[in-house]
């Protein structure tokens, strides 16, 4: 099957600073990728849909300027947690699809992010 | 928007004891997948559904989509300690772009 990476697995910072989270396909091509959070015992909420060289999709509620999303490459995507403050702090997961919407998910193994 | 429901929330049945989740969409839906998360793992894709009416079988597990397309459930015959997880579903409406899941059926499963 499809595999999709995901950097870091598991990352603590200080409120205020930075996070950035990749995700890549391995060995597939990935026109879009997908965004999730996922809060302890939750589902997945969908944060952002993010399209190989063009501007991310973001859902309502979901701050563009907080999560920057950038899919400069058919294999790469990021999220940047920018200002990150402890209420941040979630698993964040990425998925890719291999064709276009509604198509199956491929997910990476996710990135608790912990904000103190 | 779209919501898709899913109940239980939990379940704990005796190992050899059946199991089903069911999951319900507000709106119509182009296709359904179901996805397995294993405590501390990442979601992985079981099954998609297309068709209206559709039941699929992956050995133990039985994968049905409504004549409506509105619903469907996931049942698992004679459980086993491997099936712990939490199983989500998730939907595409016919005019959507991205799958939105269900809170997902935590199963646990004891010997």
């Known amino acids: 099957g499809a595999v999709v990476s995901q950097h870091p697995s598991r990352v603590i910072c200080k409120s205020g600073t930075s996070v950035k989270i990749e995700c890549r396909s391995l060995d597939f091509q990935a026109t879009t990728m997908f965004w999730y959070r996922q809060f302890p015992k939750k589902s997945l909420m969908l944060m952002a849909t993010?399209?190989?060289?063009?501007?991310?999709?973001?859902e309502q509620g979901v701050e563009k300027d907080k999560f920057l999303i950038n899919h400069a490459s058919l294999t790469l995507s990021t999220l940047t947690v920018t200002s990150a403050h402890p209420e941040d702090s979630s698993f964040y997961i990425c998925?890719?699809?291999?064709?276009?919407?509604?198509?199956?998910?491929?997910f990476g193994s996710g990135t608790q992010l912990s904000v103190l | 928007g779209q919501q898709v429901m899913q109940i239980p929330q939990y379940q704990h049945v005796q190992e050899g004891e059946d199991f089903t989740t069911y999951c319900n969409s507000s709106t119509t839906l182009s296709n359904i997948q179901w996805y397995k998360q294993r405590p501390g793992g990442h979601p992985v894709f079981l099954i998609q559904?297309?068709?209206?009416?559709e039941v699929k079988k992956q050995k133990r597990l039985t994968f049905q989509f409504g004549e409506a397309k509105k619903n469907s459930s996931l049942h698992i015959t004679a459980t086993q300690t491997t099936d712990v997880g939490t199983y989500f579903c998730?939907?595409?409406?016919?005019?959507?772009?991205?799958?939105?899941f269900g809170k997902g059926t935590s199963l646990l499963v004891t010997p």
């Open positions: 559904l297309v068709k209206s009416g």
């Open positions: 993010s399209n190989e060289g063009s501007k991310a999709t973001y």
């Open positions: 998925s890719a699809s291999r064709g276009g919407n509604g198509e199956k998910l491929f």
């Open positions: 998730a939907g595409i409406e016919n005019s959507g772009y991205a799958l939105n």
